[in-house]
């Protein structure tokens, strides 16, 4: 399990435009970091490419486990990270029991968490709609129940709580205290402070 | 269920049913050979010998419909990411794309050929060998054009930018499908040709995933 990501004198660009250069910061198992900037800072990206879509222009990206060995790249992506993106991955014409299932046993090849992510999130008056049918944060919150319906150490998130009400912001505040109290971790880029005590990451600084 | 069976269940079941679909190949695969006696003329001795030609052609033509959408509706939904932060490599989520392709196209629009050669005045006892043919030249048909449509991600009128990339790799499976045709309308043996399409069939399922990752990764990046 993931225990640690660092990262070293990273440097990202997008096309001819430089993002940000030597980014250097760690996360350890239960540590929330909020990134935050500007538009068009970077945040996205990072989380891209700390996910292995993108490929830095320099420096480092490790994951280490609780004896501080590193963690094989391509394990570490395939099976201890979520990204969860503004685009979540739902097909708008399948049922959404079918998009949550599939979800969770693509990412975490088990049955385990996915009646505990139908509880938590509230979904079971949800699932026989169409994805197309739910609105915006119903749809984040299907979109949010892979996080618990496959357990990975490592949550990248964008944007996470954008279109959800106050109700669900603070109930999904509790879904992440559970997660760093069992030793996870979360990076989330976002605007507006998240509901629980993070550390913070300001991509405008590092430029 | 291990991870790849949970992708391809999926994969078939999005092949099946969302856009179109084997019906929609069938279709346009029936139509096609339709539209050939009548442009053409119904006289059998001008359509008895391009029978086996012509179903090649409308074979491949009908091979390119659905490809735009085997990737492109997973960049836009963001499914891409999902697939690639899962368990297995691209190359073999490829792969299984590749095959779900074969099996909801490939497959009828095989049982759908002798029929339409037969219209066109094939022999009855050919009908065998055309399933065969058609059903192999379909998995070479779904792997090269899987990767026409993974190096067509994320461009615009992506469709049309596929069918130019891909009808090329196309040809070799339509000279060697309807080549196998021929020699058995001639009384020769179609093994040759169909051993040919074979190799380069395997050809494809071996290098299209390794280059459509590539096309995949770069349209991520």
Request: hydrophobic content about 55%.
């Amino acid at each position: 399990m993931i225990a640690a990501l660092h990262i070293s004198d990273l440097t990202l660009t997008r096309g001819e435009r430089t993002l940000f250069r030597n980014l250097n910061f760690t996360l350890a198992a239960g540590e929330a970091v909020a990134l935050t900037g500007a538009n068009g800072a970077g945040k996205t990206s990072l989380l891209r490419a700390i996910a292995g879509l993108i490929r830095p222009e320099a420096g480092a990206i490790v994951f280490s486990d609780a004896e501080r060995r590193t963690i094989d790249e391509r394990q570490a992506r395939g099976r201890e990270l979520h990204l969860l993106g503004h685009l979540d991955g739902l097909k708008s014409g399948l049922p959404a029991r079918d998009e949550l299932v599939f979800q969770s046993r693509w990412l975490g090849r088990s049955h385990a968490g996915i009646d505990e992510a139908i509880e938590t999130l509230a979904l079971q008056s949800l699932l026989d709609l169409e994805v197309r049918k739910l609105s915006a944060g119903q749809r984040r919150r299907l979109a949010l129940a892979r996080l618990i319906g496959s357990p990975r150490a490592l949550w990248l998130l964008d944007e996470p709580l954008s279109p959800l009400d106050a109700r669900w912001r603070d109930a999904v505040g509790a879904m992440m205290a559970r997660h760093l109290a069992g030793g996870g971790m979360i990076l989330a880029a976002v605007h507006d402070p998240l509901p629980i005590p993070t550390g913070s990451l300001d991509l405008g600084a590092v430029r | 269920m291990s991870a790849a069976g949970v992708l391809f269940r999926r994969e078939l079941a999005l092949t099946w049913g969302g856009g179109g679909g084997p019906l929609l190949a069938c279709g346009f695969f029936a139509c096609l050979t339709t539209v050939v006696p009548l442009a053409a003329g119904g006289d059998p001795a001008v359509l008895k010998p391009v029978a086996a030609g012509i179903a090649w052609l409308a074979l491949a033509l009908a091979s390119l419909l659905s490809l735009e959408r085997l990737f492109e509706r997973d960049l836009e939904d963001g499914a891409l990411d999902l697939l690639a932060t899962g368990p297995l490599s691209l190359e073999m989520v490829f792969a299984i794309k590749a095959i779900s392709q074969w099996l909801a196209t490939g497959l009828p629009l095989a049982l759908t050929a002798p029929v339409a050669a037969l219209a066109l005045g094939q022999p009855v006892e050919l009908a065998p060998l055309t399933v065969l043919s058609a059903l192999i030249g379909g998995l070479g048909f779904a792997f090269t054009g899987a990767l026409g449509a993974a190096l067509a991600l994320g461009a615009k009128r992506g469709g049309l930018l596929i069918a130019v990339v891909v009808l090329p790799l196309f040809i070799p499976p339509v000279v060697f499908g309807s080549g196998a045709l021929d020699r058995a309308a001639a009384g020769l043996s179609p093994l040759s040709a169909l051993a040919l399409l074979t190799a380069y069939v395997l050809f494809a399922v071996i290098i299209a995933p390794l280059a459509g990752a590539a096309a995949i990764r770069s349209a991520q990046g």
